[in-house]
């Protein structure tokens, strides 16, 4: 499974971004789907999450809820992040990640398959 994620940048406060992440190599909709942020010296955080089947379930951190949201574009193999209200504390480089269970979709350890990551920065 092969993980290509894309839509970071740099924007100020109150802007929007949304990131893309393409699943190739293996069946899409056998994957929970989830992205994590990280910052130098912490470790990966959950940011939202969403079960492996048509017309998944969607799953949000806390510090996220209300401004970012997830879906998953089946036949494009593609799940989206659209991001607003973005604030400075949202800075970090994003991941997008594949899961074959979506029981678990906030722990970063169930996760098998990784993209290369895209970096988000927020000015204030």
């Known amino acids: 499974v092969q993980l290509q994620a894309s839509g970071g940048g740099l924007v100020q406060a109150g802007d929007s971004l949304r990131l893309s992440c393409v699943v190739s190599?293996?069946?899409?909709?056998?994957?929970?789907m989830g992205w994590f942020r990280q910052t130098p010296g912490k470790e990966r955080e959950f940011v939202a999450g969403i079960t492996g089947w048509i017309g998944g379930s969607t799953y949000y951190a806390n510090f996220v809820k209300g401004r970012f949201t997830l879906s998953r574009d089946t036949a494009k193999n593609t799940v989206h992040l659209q991001m607003n209200s973005l604030q400075p504390e949202d800075t970090a480089v994003y991941y997008c990640g594949a899961t074959p269970t979506s029981r678990y979709l906030c722990f970063a350890a169930k996760y098998n398959y990784w993209g290369q990551g895209t970096q988000v920065t927020v000015s204030s």
């Open positions: 190599g293996r069946t899409f909709s056998d994957y929970g």
